[in-house]
Nanobody, 126 residues
Framework: QVQLVESGGGSVQAGGSLRLSCATS????????MGWFRQAPGKEREGVAS????????VYADSVKGRFTISQDNAKNTVYLQMNSLKPEDTAIYYC???????????????????WGQGTQVTVSS
């Protein structure tokens, strides 16, 4: 079955960096889009970054452009989110998700992604 396992969350001071990993299994990775989403307390879940694994296209939320980078390691079927210049407002639970059969430009619409990981907490202190 489809499995997505996030890791790499933690606590960091503002200006610091973290790298999240999402290890995947149980589906044809090369046909998918992978996305990173986050949900802060009291807020709706929002898309952060997504990647078309086969096509390579990426999309980022305006709030993270220039600071976050989504990437892939196809040998490991793993997707990463490198987060630099972290801000307190980046504090949230971060989830990876997959759209199993993705064509074209990936989206940041959570309804497009059918499978989700369990989430990993990122806390940024000022």
């Amino acid at each position: 079955q489809v499995q997505l396992v996030e890791s790499g969350g933690g606590s960091v001071q503002a200006g610091g960096s973290l790298r999240l990993s999402c290890a995947t299994s149980g589906f044809t990775y090369s046909r998918s889009c992978m996305g990173w989403f986050r949900q802060a307390p009291g807020k709706e879940r929002e898309g952060v970054a997504s990647l078309n694994i086969g096509g390579g296209g990426t999309v980022y939320a305006d709030s993270v452009k220039g600071r976050f980078t989504i990437s892939q390691d196809n040998a490991k079927n793993t997707v990463y989110l490198q987060m630099n210049s972290l801000k307190p407002e980046d504090t949230a639970i971060y989830y990876c998700a997959t759209d199993l059969f993705c064509v074209g430009t990936p989206t940041l619409v959570d309804g497009d992604f059918g499978y989700w990981g369990q989430g990993t907490q990122v806390t940024v202190s000022s």
